[in-house]
């Protein structure tokens, strides 16, 4: 039960939802970088904002038999504490304020075919589908990733990837 102050600044109890209590399972997933696009200027719940979206295909199926797209979206912003930036960095290693500086903006286009491991926790769920979030984006080789697998401490829960290394397709296995 929480805690709650109603209308008259009175406090009572009332029940969370399930989904209120409910742990995200986050877990890894090897994935190939297929579009980086350019959205322009889109209306946010933040206002009007230029946006980018970068979308990945990942090992496991969907219901149709074929590879699952996660995609996600950013600001077009190059400020180093920018979330774009933070990515790009842990990701690839790049440094997209000083590329933004030297070259007068940074091409989307050297983004795709890039492998990556992405960070992803349970979404929200439509229809009886679930929809994973990306919540970071890595390099395939990121030690903590390593150092988190080794160690045992994520849970896989619900079958999505197993490892952030390289594996061949289950039809070459």
């Known amino acids: 039960m929480a805690l709650i102050k109603n209308v008259a600044g009175n406090s009572q109890t009332a029940p969370r939802s399930a989904a209120v209590n409910a742990k995200k399972t986050k ?18 719940k933040f206002g009007k904002r230029p946006m980018i979206k970068f979308t990945f295909e990942i090992d496991r199926l969907n219901e ?8 996600r979206l950013f600001h077009k912003h190059t400020h180093p504490k920018s979330a774009w930036s933070l990515a790009a960095k842990s990701w690839l290693d790049r440094d997209l304020a000083a590329e933004e500086e030297n070259l007068g903006e940074v091409d989307l286009k050297t983004f795709v075919d890039e492998p990556a491991c992405l960070k992803v926790e349970p979404g ?32 896989a ?14 039809e070459n296995r």
């Open 27 to 44: 877990s890894y997933v090897d994935a190939v970088c297929v579009a980086a696009e350019d959205m322009g200027v889109i209306d946010t």
């Open 64 to 71: 149709y038999g074929e590879k699952r797209r996660l995609t």
């Open 124 to 155: 929200a769920e439509y229809n009886g589908r679930r929809y994973d979030n990306i919540t970071e984006i890595l390099g395939r080789d990121d030690e903590d990733v390593v150092e988190e697998i080794d160690d045992g401490s994520r849970d």
């Open 157 to 170: 829960g619900d079958g999505v990837g197993e490892t952030c290394e390289p594996t061949e397709p289950e």
